[in-house]
């Protein structure tokens, strides 16, 4: 399943449900993985998800051990490694990897060699998905980039915040979604399509033009652009 083909949204909150459920229960036990990547998740014929190879597994409080290389997969360690610790929140950031590439088809970073990659990690902002993804949803992009945040207090501070965060954004309704059935169908027209916020409110206004010089002009109320 995870081979590097784009998965579906669905399929990838599926995916990630199993996922945090194994990972919520080592985390239960003081444990952390520490090299979460796609060859150490496994699936049955029924599609019931394992997570294997504890090999490099540390007690939660405990100093990553290194002896002469990178302990872990340089693509999905977290950048806070390299100082020398890590929680349960470098595990948030290795499933927002995860959560990028599943939805994009690529990692985030990249690079000639294992160091290389680790810099990105630590310096590097990483590309918003939608541009690899253009249909991916931004409440989604928000949270893989929240997931991604190089300061660990910025993240979802466990997994299975970062699950509901996940989940809402799923259910979250698009910008144009709070369009009338008129301003929706205005919006499939040629079109300069812009979005201001009002600085005496909350709300947003959309200015849609489609003839030079006229627009439309319809109020949003804490809609996010």
């Known amino acids: 399943m995870l081979d590097g083909s784009l998965l579906t949204l669905e399929e990838v909150c599926i995916l990630f449900e199993q996922l945090t459920s194994a990972l919520a229960y080592i985390h ?37 051990g290194y002896d002469g290389h990178m302990m872990g997969t340089p693509h999905y360690i977290a950048p806070e490694i390299l100082e020398g610790y890590v929680d349960e929140r470098s595990e948030v950031y290795s499933v927002g990897i995860l959560l990028y590439q599943m939805l994009t088809g690529y990692v985030p970073f990249d690079g000639p060699s294992d160091w290389k990659i680790c810099l990105h990690h630590w310096e590097t902002q990483p ?12 409440t989604v992009e928000r949270v893989i980039l929240r997931a991604l945040a190089k300061d660990p207090r910025h993240r979802y501070q466990t997994i299975e915040d970062l699950l509901h965060a996940f989940q809402e954004a799923l259910e979250a309704p698009t910008f144009f979604e709070h369009l009338s059935s008129h301003e929706q169908a205005i919006c499939q027209e040629p079109a300069f399509i812009w979005c201001r916020q009002s600085a005496l409110s909350s709300e947003y206004r959309l200015y849609v033009e489609t003839v030079p010089g006229k627009h439309v002009d319809t109020t949003q109320r804490e809609t996010s652009c």
Do not use: C
């Not at 049955?44 to 405990?62: A, K, M, P, R």
């Not at 590309?127 to 949803?137: C, E, G, I, K, R």
């Open 28 to 64: 239960s036990l003081g444990l952390l993985h520490r090299d979460i990547k796609p060859a150490n998740i496994l699936f049955d014929q029924d599609h019931n998800l394992y997570l294997t190879d504890f090999g490099i597994v540390t007690w939660l409080g405990e100093r990553p």
């Open 127 to 138: 590309m918003a998905p939608s541009l690899l993804n253009p249909s991916l949803p931004r």
